[in-house]
C-alpha cells in the first residue's frame, strides 16, 4: 500500500489552471480510447509534464472532461514515480505522461499499468510545444 503526503512546499507554485490551454498533439485513437475510459468510475490523470487537457478538444471527442486531472508537479519526484503512484493507486482508469520517458520505462509503465486495470498513453510533453 502506498502512502503519499502532500507537502505544500513540494508541488509548483504555479497554477496549473491559469496556464493557457492548447489542443494536444494527440491521435485520434488515444482520445477515442479515453473517451471510452472516461465513462468508468476512476480518474484520467494527466503529469504536470504535459500539456494542460484543453477540454474543447476532449469534448468534441466525447471525454468526460469531469474524469480528467491533471497533476501537480513535485520536487522531490520524477514523472516516472508520479506515474508509477497514479496507477498503483488503483484510482486510474488511464495515466496519461509525456513521451520524455525513456522507451524502456514506458514499456514498464505499459505492463503495470496492464496489471492494474489501467492504461497508460505517451503524449508531447510542454517543453516540446512551439506554437
Given amino acids: 500500500m ?3 503526503q502532500a507537502h505544500s512546499h513540494s508541488y509548483s507554485k504555479y497554477n496549473v489552471l491559469a496556464q493557457p490551454t492548447q ?3 494527440i491521435a485520434d485513437s488515444v482520445l477515442n480510447r479515453l ?3 472516461s465513462m468508468q468510475q476512476q480518474w484520467i490523470f494527466f503529469t504536470a509534464e504535459c500539456p494542460r487537457p ?4 476532449f469534448a468534441a471527442s466525447n471525454v ?4 480528467i486531472i491533471q497533476l501537480k508537479s513535485s520536487n522531490t519526484q520524477s514523472e516516472l514515480e508520479i506515474v508509477i503512484k497514479a496507477i498503483q493507486s488503483g484510482n ?3 495515466v496519461v505522461a509525456s513521451n520524455q ?7 514498464l509503465l505499459k505492463d503495470l499499468a496492464l496489471s492494474h486495470g489501467c492504461e497508460v498513453f505517451f503524449v508531447e510533453g510542454r517543453v516540446n510545444q512551439y506554437h
Fill in 2 to 4: 502506498i502512502h503519499t
Fill in 23 to 25: 489542443p494536444m498533439n
Fill in 35 to 37: 473517451a471510452g475510459l
Fill in 54 to 57: 484543453d477540454h474543447a478538444q
Fill in 64 to 67: 468526460v472532461c469531469q474524469k
Fill in 92 to 94: 486510474a482508469s488511464a
Fill in 101 to 107: 520517458i525513456d522507451s524502456v520505462n514506458k514499456s
